[in-house]
């Protein structure tokens, strides 16, 4: 993996939910932590991409699965997957928080508007 700042074991993360999809009334497919930072955004199948984006925004290059049952890496600078140290609670978004999510804002014909 990166730069040792890129990895924050100590920060919370942001949220349950993608910051931006809640924030606009958006949805996601699955989740992704940036962990130097906490911020939750949705990952590169979900519409809006928000956590590549903030990637872009920052240059924090360092994601993980923000998935129940998932703790893999991702650097966006190497393009590599990978492990790391656990990171502070919550691990994941809540288990029964439905995929996609969340409740309410996922439109009916959700699967053809994956990025693929």
């Given at each position: 993996?990166?730069?040792?700042?890129?990895?924050?074991?100590?920060?919370?993360?942001?949220?349950?939910?993608?910051?931006?999809?809640?924030?606009?009334?958006?949805?996601?497919?699955?989740?992704?932590?940036?962990?130097?930072?906490?911020?939750?955004?949705?990952?590169?199948?979900?519409?809006?991409?928000?956590a590549?984006?903030?990637?872009?925004?920052?240059?924090?290059?360092?994601?993980?699965?923000?998935?129940?049952?998932?703790?893999?890496?991702?650097?966006?600078?190497?393009?590599?997957?990978?492990?790391?140290?656990?990171?502070?609670?919550?691990?994941?978004?809540?288990?029964?928080?439905?995929?996609?999510?969340?409740?309410?804002?996922?439109?009916?014909?959700?699967?053809s508007?994956l990025?693929?």
């Open positions: 993996m990166t730069s040792e700042n890129a990895i924050q074991p100590d920060v919370p993360p942001s949220g349950t939910g993608c910051v931006e999809c809640l924030d606009a009334g958006g949805w996601w497919f699955h989740l992704r932590r940036c962990a130097q930072c906490g911020h939750v955004g949705c990952c590169d199948t979900s519409p809006a991409q928000h590549t984006a903030h990637f872009r925004e920052t240059g924090h290059p360092i994601i993980q699965s923000f998935e129940p049952g998932e703790d893999w890496y991702w650097d966006f600078t190497t393009e590599e997957a990978g492990s790391g140290p656990k990171l502070a609670p919550a691990d994941s978004r809540p288990a029964d928080q439905p995929v996609p999510g969340p409740a309410g804002s996922v439109p009916s014909d959700w699967r508007k990025n693929r």
